[in-house]
């Protein structure tokens, strides 16, 4: 007894609803077989059906042609029969059926088609009910009640319509006022159309059959020319696939043409080999950034292993020689934070993102807060400056990066109480000193990650600072260029272009 109650107490939760699956449409399979299938089946089926449209529309064009133009045929034909005299038309309400369609059959023209070379002739008296029919006629001619409104037709009108005779033979009718006063009727002249219509069927069983050949020809035309015509995508794809497994970037296509496949093949030739470069010169930096951090660090660790034999050997080093030796220590690691922070530097990528780290700044400020720090680090150094106002877009920070290192540069290589000349005038910014200058053949070289002059491979640096000056120009949309001084003297002439306005916008 307790299970029915507890039952009514707590009744079964309802069924979950059926979840019928989405029908899949004709529109839906095949779109999916569309897609799932390759391009040049796909360009095929596209052709295929492109030449099935233009041969169907103009199929159905040339029917209604020759439809149109076989009917007006039949329709002038029944405009050139002969009208029937007026003494038959008169005698009409009172000859019997039998004599006026002997005097009907006398006196029409036997040149017009219909039976027996002439049209079918029918008259319609009395509101319908009495129809009159030729001797030689053979059939009648279905009669409609729409045929009675003739009768308002003025003389000489008529009227045209599809009709049949009484043995489903279709026929054009043409429908006439009968011209008799006693008693008004219809004269109805028909002739068959089963020739047209027989030439109608002949003519659309050709077509058809012209059609279908047309269809299946220009598939296989669309199949051989689409796979003509994706050759190259194809040589481009296994490019690709190679690339992918084999990792070998750099790898070109030959390139024929000028159509949109060889351009194509073009920004993919042009893709590999930046792509192969761009691998060159990651490795080129790694090798020449291992090469560059390999000499500190071997200098700080044979002195931290000669401290650390020092303190173990219970030997402690002169005072002036553990100065020293810290002095070197602290050098290096100087060394190897300017050398990260240039590697960072140049980490970045060529061009960075639209607005960002950009803004306005004022070239001749940055200008001079670099030779101020330039200054410092050459003493003995005469600094000449002639500096007119000029603000650019760009990254402050990189800028002034960029002007410290062609000071340094500049300082580098002056001699002991040398002259720099800094000019700013109009976006062109010039460091030019007057130390030994740069070989002819080594200008091509000079903005190139960790390249340094043999002539200098003893002086401090690392061989990136031109480099970053290179990059931090380019970003800002500007020009760098480092050759001889152009008044023809001693020394190096930097030369920076960057577009701005005197005014601060």
């Known amino acids: 007894m307790s299970e029915p109650m507890a039952s009514?107490?707590?009744?079964?939760?309802?069924?979950?609803?059926?979840?019928?699956?989405?029908?899949?449409?004709?529109?839906?399979?095949?779109?999916?077989?569309?897609?799932?299938?390759?391009?040049?089946?796909?360009?095929?089926?596209?052709?295929?059906?492109?030449?099935?449209?233009?041969?169907?529309?103009?199929?159905?064009?040339?029917?209604?042609?020759?439809?149109?133009?076989?009917?007006d045929l039949v329709k002038t034909n029944l405009e050139a029969a002969q009208p029937l005299p007026r003494d038959i038309q008169a005698n009409c309400?009172?000859?019997?059926?039998?004599?006026?369609?002997?005097?009907?059959?006398?006196?029409?023209?036997?040149?017009?088609?219909?039976?027996?070379?002439?049209?079918d002739y029918q008259f319609v008296l009395n509101g319908g009910t009495n129809v009159c029919v030729p001797v030689w006629a053979d059939k009648a001619i279905v009669?409609?009640?729409?045929?009675?409104?003739?009768?308002?037709?003025?003389?000489?009108?008529?009227?045209?319509?599809?009709?049949?005779?009484?043995?489903?033979?279709?026929?054009?009718?043409?429908?006439?006022?009968?011209?008799?006063?006693?008693q008004p009727g219809v004269i109805m002249t028909a002739a068959t159309t089963q020739p047209v219509e027989d030439s109608l069927n002949q003519l659309a069983l050709v077509l058809g059959i012209v059609a279908a050949l047309g269809v299946v020809g220009a598939g296989l035309t669309g199949r051989l020319i689409a796979r003509s015509a994706l050759k190259p995508v194809d040589d481009l794809t296994d490019v690709v696939e190679h690339i992918a497994r084999t990792e070998e970037v750099g790898t070109t296509i030959p390139v024929t043409g000028n159509d949109e496949i060889a351009r194509l093949s073009t920004s993919f030739n042009s893709m590999s080999t930046a792509l192969a470069n761009s691998r060159d010169r990651q490795?080129?930096?790694?090798?020449?950034?291992?090469?560059?951090?390999?000499?500190?660090?071997?200098?700080?660790?044979?002195?931290?292993?000669?401290?650390?034999?020092s303190n173990d050997t219970g030997r402690p080093l002169p005072e002036a020689t553990r100065t020293k030796l810290l002095g070197n220590m602290k050098a290096q690691m100087q060394e190897l934070t300017l050398l990260i922070g240039d590697l960072l530097q140049l980490s970045r990528p060529d061009s960075p993102k639209p607005g960002q780290n950009v803004a306005v700044?004022?070239?001749?400020?940055?200008?001079?807060?670099?030779?101020?720090r330039a200054r410092l680090r050459g003493p003995g150094l005469v600094f000449e400056l002639d500096i007119?106002?000029?603000?650019?877009?760009?990254?402050?920070?990189?800028?002034?990066?960029?002007?410290?290192?062609?000071?340094?540069?500049?300082?580098?290589?002056s001699p002991p109480g040398g002259v720099v000349d800094v000019r700013l005038h109009e976006g062109?910014?010039?460091?030019?000193?007057?130390?030994?200058g740069i070989p002819q053949d080594e200008l091509q070289y000079v903005f190139d990650r960790f390249w340094r002059s043999p002539s200098s491979r003893q002086l401090p640096g690392s061989g990136l600072g031109l480099s970053i000056v290179a990059q931090s120009v380019r970003d800002a949309g500007g020009e760098v260029s480092l050759g001889p001084a152009r008044d023809g003297g001693p020394g190096a002439q930097a030369t920076v272009r960057l577009p701005g306005e005197p005014g601060a916008p």
């Open 143 to 182: 009669l409609h009640s729409s045929d009675l409104d003739a009768l308002s037709l003025k003389s000489g009108q008529s009227k045209f319509r599809a009709g049949e005779y009484t043995d489903g033979t279709p026929a054009m009718v043409k429908l006439t006022r009968l011209n008799d006063p006693r």
């Open 361 to 372: 700044v004022a070239l001749h400020e940055i200008a001079g807060r670099a030779v101020d």
């Open 428 to 436: 062109l910014l010039t460091v030019r000193d007057h130390g030994p």
């Open 8 to 71: 009514a107490a707590h009744p079964a939760p309802p069924a979950p609803p059926l979840v019928h699956p989405p029908r899949r449409t004709l529109r839906r399979r095949l779109a999916q077989w569309y897609r799932g299938r390759p391009l040049r089946t796909r360009l095929a089926a596209l052709t295929a059906l492109a030449v099935a449209v233009a041969i169907a529309l103009s199929a159905l064009a040339c029917w209604f042609l020759v439809k149109q133009r076989l009917y």
């Open 93 to 119: 309400a009172t000859t019997p059926q039998a004599a006026l369609a002997e005097a009907v059959a006398s006196q029409v023209n036997p040149g017009l088609p219909g039976p027996q070379g002439r049209p």
């Open 283 to 309: 490795t080129r930096l790694i090798a020449d950034a291992g090469h560059e951090l390999r000499t500190p660090l071997t200098s700080l660790r044979t002195n931290v292993d000669l401290l650390i034999r």
């Open 388 to 413: 007119a106002p000029w603000y650019v877009h760009g990254d402050g920070a990189a800028l002034e990066r960029a002007v410290i290192n062609l000071l340094d540069n500049a300082v580098k290589y």
